[in-house]
């Protein structure tokens, strides 16, 4: 189920107001107002974030597993199966 607003939706919209703020093209007062909602969508995908790492932490816990940090094997141990 997406999330209120999608994250999405909104990390493409602050990236629409990075480049808007980063042209000449906007005044003082429209720059403020960008950045200001840039700013609160900013808050808000900080939230769908916490919201859905307390999920899984939720889920993990509830499988009786403790959460760890994910390490990728370095690139020469891993075997794609093409050796002959």
Known sequence: MPAEGGLDRRLRRIEEIVASLDSDSVDLDEALALFEEGV?????????????????????????????????????????????
């Open 40 to 84: 609160g969508h900013l808050r808000r995908a900080q939230q769908i974030l916490q919201t859905a790492e307390l999920k899984v932490e939720e889920l993990i816990g509830a499988q009786g597993n403790e959460a760890r940090e994910f390490e990728a094997p370095d690139q020469g141990d891993r075997d794609d199966g093409d050796r002959d």
